[in-house]
């Protein structure tokens, strides 16, 4: 069975300083890989997918097979950037999505 | 832009009471999603459908049960609501990828 862990459930960091939320997972099949985020009162929203390797607000996640990982990354954290985040795998048929717990980043002045 | 709208963005229900919960989507989307997020559990699938009249169990079915019966509307049914049901609850929608589009919320409260 497909399985994602994000093991911080908590993430402090200062701006300006460089952020990497972590995400790991388990599946036996093709995996493909995708960084949700929700900011403060607003829906959850697609950040980037390891398909497309475009950054987003700055941000980049590199797929590792071999690590099993697909960690996301930015070199410069805004204040802006603060909001939960969920890595999420695909889940099979009828595009189904397995999300991790969340890590709720909060990126302090 | 797609739109998912829910019914209601907080409700307040009594132990025992059945409680609706309704999704709406505007894009033609063929799978509709309902999870529940709850602090430290992150997302989890409740129920999917991926056409009219057609759904499937997630993860954590029990004491929840839905319809869909247009396309562009999939209910989410507490048939005697509890108070671990006390939740915020997600609905999403998507069309043949995995990008999925998401209502609001609604906040339930069960007490």
């Known amino acids: 069975a497909q399985r994602v862990t994000q093991p911080e459930k908590l993430l402090s960091v200062f701006k300006g300083a460089p952020v990497e939320l972590k995400c790991n997972y388990s599946?036996?099949?093709?995996?493909?890989l995708f960084w949700y985020v929700q900011y403060s009162r607003q829906r959850l929203q697609l950040l980037l997918r390891?398909?497309s390797r475009e950054s987003i607000k700055g941000f980049t996640a590199d797929l590792n097979k071999g690590e099993t990982s697909f960690h996301l990354k930015k070199p410069f954290a805004q204040e802006e950037d603060s909001a939960m985040y969920y890595c999420?795998?695909?889940?099979?048929?009828?595009?189904?999505?397995?999300f991790g717990k969340g890590t709720l980043l909060t990126v302090n002045p | 832009d797609v739109k998912v709208t829910q019914s209601s963005r907080y409700l307040v229900k009594r132990t025992g009471e059945k409680v609706f919960l309704e999704c709406v989507q505007d894009m033609d989307h063929e799978n509709m999603f309902w999870y529940r997020q709850d602090p430290g559990l992150g997302l989890r699938l409740i129920y999917f459908s991926y056409d009219v009249k057609m759904k499937e169990k997630g993860d954590i079915p029990e004491g929840y049960s839905v319809s869909r019966e247009k396309k562009e509307r999939f209910s989410l049914i507490l048939e005697s609501a509890s108070t671990n049901q006390t939740s915020m609850y997600l609905c999403?929608?998507?069309?043949?990828?995995?990008?999925?589009?998401f209502g609001p919320g609604t906040r339930l409260t069960v007490t």
């Open positions: 599946y036996s099949g093709s995996p493909e």
């Open positions: 390891h398909i």
């Open positions: 999403a929608s998507s069309y043949r990828t995995y990008e999925q589009y």
């Open positions: 999420a795998l695909n889940g099979g048929s009828n595009y189904k999505l397995t």
